[in-house]
Every structure is written in structure tokens, then in C-alpha cells.
């Protein structure tokens, strides 16, 4: 009987903890032009209620659609993270539409369709977000015409990772890519190993790094260089140094790299001296144009 208890009472905490709540957002504070939001993370952005549209003779029709939002959308497509429960929508032009957006992740969602009229949508767009689990819904008329809108959530690489959508009014305009569903993906990640092995160049994907790079091909061929010198060398010296003991030979080197010395010092010394002859002979040349 205890071990019953015991194991329900589990039961409860454990399915209590997984359920999400979803808060409504239907108290918003309206700041015109379409722009209404709570201080609770739900936001409405381009919302139209009543202004028909340049083409329209009037309303076409009055359509509802509930949009979720959420990773579980996500689970039927490999290799995404997140979705809409719905990729493809379609209705008249003209037509009055409210979409009620449910976000059921703990992360922000947005529910956002671009490329409408800038005369009616300042911002070219309708926009609905939740920060948390929720609902929020807007309103719009869709714009005359025949048409594919993006509908997508705009947080960085959301609709990368799969939240992306496409509303046509008619027939609409063609495809948009990477639609989960429904059509290809543009970058297709596979499981298949590369053909050749794909060497990246750091410097061109961080771009810090381009002098180490530089640096590092510029002594990697001084290197080659020095060994091959050190080759063609090879039987010279083998010859030069038969039947000499280390000791000779160790002499010999010493031998050669104050030779070597001596000559850096004398060619630094003409050097300077030329340096300084130039220097002379700018110096006279300017004290004569500043005489005249
Ligand atoms: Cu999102």
C-alpha cells in the first residue's frame, strides 16, 4: 500500500514537471500603428484589422489558423532543431486572416511573414513572439494579388534550424527553399563521408589567424629550401671532410663562420657609409633650396 502511494505520488511530480503551461497574452498594451505588447515577452507587430488593402475590392474571406510552435514540430525532420506544426498555408487574396501563435518551448518563438506593402506594414512584415510557453494572436489583410510569403521565426539561426514556412495567397509566387517538408534544403547535410578530405584554411573562416598562416608557409619553405641545399651540399663535404676528425671539422666551421662574421661587418660598414653619404647629400640639397 505504501510502496502504491509512493510510486503515485512519483508519478504526479514527475508528469508535473513535464507539463507546460501556456500563458495567454490577450492583455496587450495597444501603441498604435499596429504595435501591441505586454511586459510578459508577447509582442504584435504590423497588425491590421480594418484597413482594406490598394486592390481589394473588399474582404474575400475571414480565416483563423493556430500556429504552434515548438522542437517536438521538429522531430519528423532529421537534422532540425525546431518547427512550425504546419509549413504551407494558402488563402485568397484579400482574405482577413487571425493566427493564433502557441509557443510551447521555454525559448523565444516568433511567428513572422515578411515582404507586405511598406504603405500598410511600416516594417514590411507581421510579427508575433512569445518569450515562454504561450499564446498571442494577431490580425492582418492579406495584400492583393498572387503571392509567396516567408513566415519564419527571426531569432538567429531558428529558421536555419528549421522554423520556416510559406503562406501563398492564390496560386501564389513559386517555392521558397528549405521549407521543411516540403521542399529541398539548400545546404543538405548528409551522413556520408566527404569525397576527398577538405583541408580548411584557418585564416579565411577566422580571419585572425592570417599571419601565423603566413608565417608558418613562409618557414615551412625556408625549411624545404635548407634541406635541399643540405643534399646538394652533402657529397662536397663529404668529400672536403674525409679522414678529418670531428675536432678538424668542428675548427673548420668555426673557422668559416668568423670568415662569415668578418664579411657581415664589412658589408654592414659600407652600408652605413652609403646611408650616411644619402642623408649628406639630402640634407645639402634642401639647405641650398632654403638659401635661394
Ligand atoms: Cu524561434
Redesign the pocket.
Known amino acids: 500500500m505504501r510502496s502504491l502511494l509512493l510510486t503515485g505520488l512519483l508519478f504526479f511530480f514527475a508528469s508535473s514537471a513535464h507539463a507546460i503551461k501556456i500563458e495567454d497574452h490577450d492583455k496587450l498594451m495597444d501603441h498604435g500603428g499596429g504595435h501591441l505588447m505586454d511586459m510578459g515577452g508577447g509582442m504584435v507587430m504590423g497588425q491590421n484589422i480594418d484597413r482594406i488593402p490598394d486592390g481589394c475590392s473588399g474582404i474575400a474571406a475571414t480565416k483563423e489558423i493556430t500556429v504552434h ?1 515548438g522542437h517536438k514540430y521538429a522531430k519528423k525532420f532529421p537534422g532540425r532543431m ?1 518547427a512550425f506544426d504546419v509549413q504551407e498555408y494558402q488563402f485568397k487574396p484579400c482574405t482577413k486572416l487571425t493566427i493564433h501563435f502557441i509557443n510551447e518551448d521555454s ?4 511567428c513572422t511573414m515578411h515582404g507586405l506593402p511598406k504603405y500598410m506594414y511600416p516594417k514590411g512584415m507581421s510579427h508575433l513572439e512569445v518569450t515562454r510557453p504561450g499564446k498571442i494572436s494577431g490580425t492582418l489583410i492579406l495584400p492583393p494579388g498572387e503571392k509567396t510569403y516567408l513566415v519564419h ?1 527571426d ?1 538567429a539561426q ?1 529558421m536555419e534550424k528549421g ?1 520556416k514556412g510559406q503562406l501563398k495567397t492564390g496560386s501564389g509566387s513559386g517555392d521558397l527553399p528549405s521549407i521543411p517538408g516540403v521542399t529541398p534544403f539548400v545546404i543538405q547535410d548528409t551522413y556520408d563521408p566527404l569525397p576527398e578530405r577538405v583541408v580548411v584554411d584557418s585564416s579565411s573562416v577566422a580571419g585572425l589567424s592570417t599571419t601565423t598562416t603566413n608565417n608558418e608557409t613562409l618557414m615551412s619553405g625556408v625549411t624545404i629550401i635548407g634541406i635541399a641545399i643540405g643534399l646538394l651540399m652533402t657529397p662536397f663535404l663529404m668529400r672536403k671532410f674525409k679522414g678529418m676528425s670531428i675536432a678538424e671539422i668542428s675548427a673548420y666551421f668555426i673557422g668559416l663562420s668568423k670568415q662569415l662574421l668578418e664579411l657581415l661587418k664589412k658589408l654592414i660598414g659600407i652600408l652605413m657609409r652609403l646611408i650616411s653619404k644619402l642623408i649628406q647629400m639630402v640634407v645639402s640639397q634642401k639647405k641650398a633650396l632654403t638659401d635661394k
Open positions: 510552435a525546431y525559448v523565444r518563438h516568433q521565426c531569432l531558428h522554423m
